[in-house]
């Protein structure tokens, strides 16, 4: 039924048993695995792999060659750029101690959760399991190792917070101790502790 949709290109490769909404795009050689859900007006780009199981909630993309290994978690409106990889093995290994060869009964899956509105540029590779909060801004190329708060901007191997972002998704400007703007949007952010941010004001 996937492949009579001309939102989805001949060569995806998409399971049956996924669940994905009509407006969804799913580009060359995708590939989407069992089980797999996708909201409304989600894109899936050339090469892009989405693990079994995999939530991804409406208005998210996820770009070329991005590797979403299960059991992520994606919000709405979250963007996953090119060649991003989304890990689900904390210990990995292709071995048990005793030489064995790993099979699925040898290890259990952790997962990335991204939330709202978050961004992961590219090439980065975020290492489970660990939660991305809302609206903030992985920079390209970072390893992201533990919790990323709301509206943080981190960037770099292991990455570290170095500012923050709104949900237009540009760097805030302090205005007064603990008091952030966006310069775009003039929304309003205040710090109420280390490391967490909130909106106070939108116009």
Not at 45 to 67: D, F, S, W
């Amino acid at each position: 039924m996937h492949e009579s949709n001309t939102l989805r290109h001949p060569s995806a490769d998409i399971a049956a048993t996924a669940t994905l909404a009509e407006s969804v795009r799913v580009w060359h050689y995708a590939q989407i695995r069992e089980n797999a859900n996708l909201g409304e007006n989600c894109i899936v780009g050339r090469g892009a792999y989405v693990g079994t199981g995999v939530e991804v909630g409406p208005n998210c993309k996820i770009q070329n060659y991005a590797l979403v290994y299960e059991p992520a978690k994606l919000a709405a409106g979250v963007f996953i750029g090119p060649a991003v990889v989304l890990t689900n093995d904390h210990f990995p290994r292709a071995i048990n101690a005793d030489g064995t060869p790993k099979s699925a009964d040898d290890w259990h899956p952790v997962g990335v959760d991204i939330r709202e509105g978050a961004s992961i540029g590219a090439n980065s590779t975020c290492i489970a399991p660990i939660v991305i909060g809302r609206w903030a801004l992985v920079g390209a190329g970072s390893v992201v190792v533990k919790d990323v708060p709301d509206f943080a901007l981190v960037v770099g191997s292991p990455a570290k917070r170095v500012g923050w972002v709104g949900t237009a998704g540009h760097p805030l400007k302090e205005t007064s101790p603990g008091e952030w703007a966006c310069p775009v949007t003039d929304a309003k952010y205040r710090e109420i502790a280390t490391d967490q941010l909130i909106e106070v004001q939108s116009k």
